[in-house]
């Protein structure tokens, strides 16, 4: 597990020993980035973030502000320790980057007490199969909270299992642009609309 480009590639990613993370592969990480071409001056969100590894590709390959979002403690010790690995070789971008140990169910409330900016993207790998109260990609896509914190037209790529039957527009505001699968797991690309009835028809 590495970072694939940018300013700090070829580094060496750890994930915490034990720990039950599904790290993005390396060849899945290098089609999502491919997707998304520049992220130079984009504020992310790298939620459910396990290891860091999406959030430190994006701080990596440009991006000016990276939030990484994870509930575990372990994997956020290890998202920071990464991001201290990262700095070493890329010092530039020193206080671009943070990492915030919490639910992303309790999202909206810390990103209004951390004066957050606005994300131009949402990087989202959640629990495939999440238990009836757990926050999964179905309650991500629905969650009106988060959207005061998103810049008009925020994208969004979310990890989810191949097959999985998700509320894309006109359910929610999240558009559907693109799909990619990569055996038992697809990359969903969307952007958001301005009112769940503003997609076309």
């Given at each position: 597990m590495r970072i694939i480009s940018g300013k700090a590639g070829g580094l060496r990613l750890q994930a915490p020993v034990g720990a039950q993370v599904r790290p993005t592969e390396d060849r899945?990480?290098?089609s999502l980035f491919s997707v998304l071409g520049d992220l130079g001056g984009l504020t992310v969100l790298d939620l459910f973030s396990g290891t860091g590894a999406l959030g430190l590709e994006a701080l990596s390959r440009g991006a000016l502000?990276?939030?990484?979002?994870?509930?575990?403690?372990?994997?956020?010790?290890?998202?920071?320790?990464?991001?201290?690995?990262?700095?070493?070789?890329?010092?530039?971008?020193?206080?671009?980057?943070?990492?915030?140990?919490?639910?992303?169910a309790c999202l909206a409330t810390q990103l209004q007490s951390l004066r957050f900016p606005p994300a131009d993207l949402l990087l989202a790998d959640p629990p495939y199969h999440p238990a009836e109260n757990e926050y999964g990609g179905e309650k991500l896509?629905?969650?009106?909270?988060?959207?005061?914190?998103?810049?008009?037209?925020?994208?969004l790529v979310l990890e989810h299992e191949t097959g999985t039957v998700l509320p894309w527009s006109p359910?929610?505001?999240?558009?559907?642009?693109?799909?990619?699968?990569?055996?038992?797991?697809?990359?969903?690309?969307?952007?958001?609309?301005a009112s769940a009835e503003e997609d076309e028809w």
């Open positions: 899945v990480k290098e502000r990276v939030l990484l979002v994870e509930r575990d403690q372990a994997q956020a010790e290890s998202i920071r320790a990464n991001l201290s690995a990262l700095l070493r070789v890329y010092p530039e971008a020193k206080d671009r980057a943070s990492v915030l140990v919490c639910d992303v896509l629905l969650d009106a909270s988060l959207h005061d914190w998103l810049a008009p037209s925020c994208r359910f929610s505001r999240w558009k559907l642009t693109r799909q990619k699968t990569c055996g038992l797991r697809t990359l969903s690309f969307a952007e958001l609309l």
